[in-house]
């Protein structure tokens, strides 16, 4: 069973930048598409971005508009999500998630392993 395990999450300020990082325990993360999620206080878990093994095919959803970049280093077994130009509404708690089992990519089901999160704060 892999484990992820985010970092990286903090209180920043508007227009900030934070780098995600997200840890799996096995090597085996290079084969697998990677995603990021992320859930608002009080909303459901939406999808922010994926990256198949090979980096070719990144998707974004349409609120992160150039402002996120989704990246991996599969000799590390690790995949990053950098954020820049934070806004208040990217407050959540964001989370890791690896090996799609369909072609939902978007789809929070669709993940086989997922990471505890890492809380992200953006306020003044």
């Known amino acids: 069973q892999m484990q992820l395990v985010e970092s990286g999450g903090g209180l920043v300020q508007p227009g900030d930048s934070l780098r995600l990082s997200c840890a799996a325990s096995?090597?085996?993360?290079?084969?697998?598409?990677v995603a990021w999620f992320r859930q608002p206080p009080g909303k459901e878990r939406e999808f922010v971005a994926s990256?198949?093994?090979?980096?070719?095919?990144?998707d974004y959803a349409d609120f992160t508009k150039g402002r996120f970049t989704i990246s991996r280093d599969n000799a590390e077994s690790k995949a990053f999500l950098q954020i820049n130009n934070l806004k208040p509404e990217d407050t959540a708690v964001y989370y890791c998630?690896?090996?799609?089992?369909?072609?939902?990519?978007?789809?929070?089901?669709?993940?086989?392993?997922w990471g505890q999160g890492t809380q992200v704060t953006v306020s003044t």
């Open positions: 998630a690896a090996w799609a089992t369909n072609g939902r990519m978007r789809d929070a089901s669709t993940y086989r392993y």
């Open positions: 096995e090597r085996t993360l290079r084969h697998y598409r």
């Open positions: 990256l198949d093994w090979s980096s070719s095919s990144p």
